[in-house]
């Protein structure tokens, strides 16, 4: 059980968007900042967003993110066949001092 | 460029040990606080353990607490992770990972290993 919650998987057509959600609490999330990580198959994860909101300069502008409160959003833009993976968030957790994951979400481009 | 290269994954039976290690490289390797995190075979990202870029600070998961010990070595750019007492449970592909930013130590990591795996079976 992860301290984090992320949907286990979403989909959509090429082109079109997807949004995947994390929800903490106040110990994590409402409390630090937020990073996602994106990890393709039989690949080490790699991250593209942290600070709640900044890309990394390598990733492209289709992915975006959010944080309101104890819960953070991933947006995916323009879909791309590439895009398929699954998808972490994490952050501190100043009560458990330990960083904590989402349990994942698996992109799936229809 | 960074690189993180991990070694000394294997096979090992329950309730004996492994001593992983992550050489780094491409980067100024005593300013960065380092993290070990594993993926059960088909499961998601656990955290195991953080240490500092002084290597004071150390930080562990409750489910390796007291079992595996963090420790760095910066004079050879060494991150290693010692498990003891292992269980099946804690078979997986450990990552080393480094900070983002540079000073005492973060929480999200912009360089991974391609990591080492280990599997606790007897």
């Known amino acids: 059980q992860s301290v984090l919650t992320q949907p286990p998987s979403v989909s959509a057509a090429p082109g079109q968007r997807v949004t995947i959600s994390c929800s903490g609490n106040s110990s994590n999330i409402g409390k630090n900042y937020v990073a996602w990580y994106q990890q393709l198959a039989g690949t080490a994860p790699k991250l593209l967003i942290y600070d709640n909101d900044k890309r990394l300069s390598r990733i492209p502008d289709r992915f975006s993110a959010s944080k309101s409160g104890a819960s953070a959003t991933l947006g995916i833009t323009g879909l791309q066949t590439g895009d398929e993976a699954d998808y972490y968030c994490g952050t501190w957790d100043s009560s458990l001092n330990a960083v904590v994951f989402g349990g994942g979400t698996k992109v799936t481009v229809l | 460029q960074v690189q993180l290269v991990e070694s000394g994954g294997g096979v090992v039976q329950p309730g004996g040990s492994l001593r992983l290690s992550c050489v780094g490289s491409g980067f100024t390797f005593n300013n960065f606080g380092m993290h070990w995190v594993r993926q059960a075979p088909g499961k998601g990202l656990e955290w195991v353990a953080l240490v500092s870029s002084d290597g004071r600070t150390k930080y562990y998961a409750d489910s390796v607490k007291g079992r595996f010990t963090i420790s760095r070595d910066n004079s050879r750019k060494t991150l290693d992770l010692q498990l003891n007492s292992l269980r099946p449970e804690d078979t997986a592909v450990y990552f080393c990972?480094?900070?983002?930013?540079?000073?005492?130590?973060?929480?999200?990591?912009?360089?991974w290993g391609q990591g080492t795996l280990v599997t606790v079976s007897s």
């Open positions: 990972a480094k900070d983002i930013y540079p000073g005492d130590y973060d929480y999200y990591f912009d360089y």
